[in-house]
């Protein structure tokens, strides 16, 4: 009876590898990345894509990265696929649906009422990956991206399709106040059952985060600004819902049967007009927070302070994200011996 299943699995797998061969193109990132852009089933907004992105490395190897960005985000990360390729991994990252090179015309970028949604796009492309040769295999994710990766690892116990999590500051919590966080966002949260395209307006969002990466600002980077904006879009209900519970489960303390490695800076910032303090802390969420639930995780985690991160450790300035890839690929050393 077995016979059967192994077939099934193997000719899918090759459909899988044949079907991706045949349909990756140059991505916009040229210097030998390629994309594949990927047909999801409809949702309440109609059609729906993810991107793979990949950039293999010169010499073989069947070991690889996944990559999923976080809000507001897609992947430019040139010099985070160089690390990889160095450390001798093949690197793919996931543009999401609703996000980056994914996100439709009639789409509002971003939208999302459950982060169960992006479980197809990650079963999509670690697939991908196994087809492709890859049998060691780290899902990253960064912020939103790290707490869905983290919910996903939850979610999907003795999955052969990775074997280990990387998650880079984390949004495992709300960086608000506590009334804010205890009362208002669960009000948000049941309010976006119903009424999830209703926008929420944020009066005070500044773009201060945004200034301290781009180019075009204080920042070292070029990216998108559309795809990644200066100023964070609005959100809806309909998102806060999303992000309340799986914060919700983060609260309660995680399942993960894979070793996961959860960094963080050493100290929030909470500037309010454009400082140098932005390039020493994470400007986005409460590092005390990431901590807490990093270490609620039930399982072999690894929760470790990066001094004077920012938010996206691997946009720190350089001494510091030589340190994050020091440390990343130390873990690494051991867990995929």
């Known amino acids: ?26 991505d916009v990132l040229r210097n030998g990345f390629q994309q594949l852009i990927i047909q999801q089933p409809a949702d309440y907004e109609g059609t729906v894509v993810c991107t793979v992105v990949r950039k293999m490395n010169p010499n073989p190897t069947t070991k690889a990265v996944l990559y999923v960005h976080g809000f507001n985000d897609y992947f430019f990360q040139e010099e985070m696929t160089d690390q990889f390729l160095e450390h001798g991994y093949n690197f793919y990252a996931l543009d999401l649906r609703k996000y980056g090179r994914s996100w439709l015309p009639d789409q509002k970028i971003t939208n999302a ?10 079963d999509t492309a670690l697939k991908i990956i196994q087809s492709e040769g890859n049998n060691e295999v780290l899902l990253s994710g960064h912020s939103t991206g790290g707490l869905t990766v983290s919910l996903y690892a939850n979610d999907h116990q003795n999955s052969d399709l990775f074997d280990a999590v990387f998650a880079n500051s984390p949004f495992y919590n709300m960086n608000m106040g506590f009334l804010i966080r205890a009362l208002g966002i669960p009000v948000f949260s049941c309010q976006g ?10 009066k005070n969002n500044i773009g201060l985060y945004g200034q301290s990466l781009h180019k075009s600002a204080h920042g070292e980077w070029e990216f998108n600004t559309k795809w990644k904006q200066i100023v964070s ?10 992000i309340h519970k799986g914060q919700v489960k983060a609260r309660k303390g995680l399942t993960i049967d894979k070793p996961i490695l959860v960094l963080h800076s050493s100290k929030s910032v909470y500037e309010k007009e454009w400082n140098d303090k932005m390039f020493e802390g994470d400007a986005v969420l409460n590092v005390k927070h990431i901590e807490k639930r990093g270490n609620k995780i039930k399982g072999d985690h690894s929760v470790l302070t990066i001094e004077n991160g920012m938010h996206d450790l691997v946009l720190s300035p350089k001494s510091v994200r030589d340190n994050v ?3 990343l690929f130390q873990w690494l050393d ?3 011996k």
């Open 325 to 327: 890839y020091h440390t």
């Open 233 to 242: 879009p609005e959100v809806n209900k309909g998102w806060i819902r999303a």
């Open 193 to 202: 059952k119903k009424h999830p395209d209703v926008i929420i307006h944020e």
């Open 334 to 336: 051991v867990k995929f």
């Open 113 to 122: 009422r459950n982060l169960t949604e992006y479980y197809a796009d990650i």
């Open 1 to 26: 009876m077995k016979k059967p299943g192994v077939f099934f699995l193997i000719a899918s797998l090759l459909w899988t590898f044949v079907s991706a061969q045949s349909n990756y193109k140059p």
